[in-house]
């Protein structure tokens, strides 16, 4: 299951509570006070894990606790802290409260506390002066934080693969990295976003495949537009066309369309013309270009491989040309 959103309730443990306590030995009729310090209560603290691909873990488990600090004792024994606890999420969970982005985790091992432990209140001993040498107070742990927290993931990708279901974009993810995607000649084989590391010459970077869209996908239709959430960081997107389709041009426009109404209309998109290699592709090619008033289309089959290496190659040159810009 593919688990994107979830809210979860955090709840660290309060620290314990101070001791109030005077020695007592056989000998020493007046023994001074010896009350300990409560311990920590655990922290809650989010962390960015490359091994994590989604928030399931936070399906059935939405509630988070860590254990509260131990009460001080005599003998001036501390209690002890509690373990914090680490929440692993996937590079690129966004976390919220109260609806605000409080962090970004887009790096491995970039984290964050969400809820502090309470601190430990001080035993009698701490309290002890050179006037008050019977001190009768000590103090209680302070409470822990508690809250409610929003992580949403939103996938890190260079690159995003966009078109109609069936146009190839599953295809063409297997053909350039180790990915495996699901392939199928019906529509909406893809059911969630899947990232495929692309290596060339000694650079590398991901690509983002994701379900299909279809006219609608904004309203609903489809899947939704909901997975368009995981492109909204890539530099560049890849528009995917099956060029064996006489209506390429017209599902070409309405993929643009719900693009633009999720306000990736001015992202940097190269427009890919693929399933070359069937017959009528040449034809409605030609057609299509007409009727885009354009040069800058790559045309490729992703079935057969051909072309491929020249649209990658082009794709590296504007990443890097990006990041040198
Ligand atoms: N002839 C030919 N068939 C292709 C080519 N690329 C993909 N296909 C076929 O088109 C069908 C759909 O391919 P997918 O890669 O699953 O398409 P998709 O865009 O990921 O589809 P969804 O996940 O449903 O959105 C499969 O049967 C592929 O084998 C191509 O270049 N040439
Ligand atoms: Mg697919």
Redesign the pocket.
């Known amino acids: 299951m593919f688990i994107d959103n979830v809210t979860i309730h955090v709840k660290a443990g309060d620290g314990g509570n101070g001791c109030m306590s005077f020695r007592r030995e056989k000998h020493v009729p007046k023994g001074g006070p010896d009350g300990g310090d409560g311990g920590k209560g655990g922290d809650i603290i989010v962390e960015a894990d490359p091994h994590q691909r989604t928030l399931i873990n936070f399906a059935h488990k939405k509630h988070i606790k860590t254990k509260h600090g131990q009460h001080g004792k005599g003998k001036k024994m501390f209690g002890r802290n509690s373990p914090d606890i680490i929440l692993k999420v996937p590079v690129g969970t966004i976390i919220k409260e109260h609806g605000k982005i409080i962090a970004d985790l887009c790096h491995p091992a970039d984290r964050i506390t969400v809820a502090y432990g309470g601190r430990g209140g001080k035993g009698n001993a701490k309290f002890a002066t050179a006037t008050r040498r019977v001190p009768r107070i000590a103090e209680k742990g302070k409470e822990g934080e508690e809250k409610d927290i929003r992580l949403e993931l939103r996938l890190i990708a260079d690159i995003g693969l966009v078109?109609?279901?069936?146009?190839?974009?599953?295809?063409?993810l297997?053909r350039i990295s180790h990915a495996r995607?699901?392939?199928?000649?019906?529509?909406?084989?893809?059911t969630e976003p899947l990232l495929g590391v692309v290596k060339i010459h000694d650079s590398s970077f991901v690509a983002a495949?994701i379900?299909?869209l279809i006219e609608g996908a904004s309203k609903g239709k489809g899947m939704g537009n909901k997975f368009l959430a995981h492109i909204s960081r890539t530099k560049i997107l890849l528009h995917?066309i099956?060029m064996?389709d006489e209506n390429s041009y017209s599902k070409f426009n309405a993929i643009n369309k719900e693009l633009s109404l999720y306000n990736l209309g001015n992202r940097e998109q190269i427009v890919v013309a693929?399933?070359?290699?069937?017959n009528t592709s040449q034809a409605n090619l030609k057609d299509f270009k007409k009727k885009l008033h354009s040069k800058g289309i790559f045309a490729?089959?992703?079935?057969?491989g051909k072309d491929v290496k020249d649209l990658i190659n082009h794709v590296e040159k504007l990443l890097n040309s990006e990041k040198a810009g």
């Open positions: 078109g109609y279901p069936n146009s190839g974009k599953s295809t063409l297997c995607p699901k392939i199928a000649d019906y529509p909406f084989t893809t495949d379900p299909g995917l099956d064996s693929n399933k070359m290699d069937i490729i089959s992703a079935l057969t």
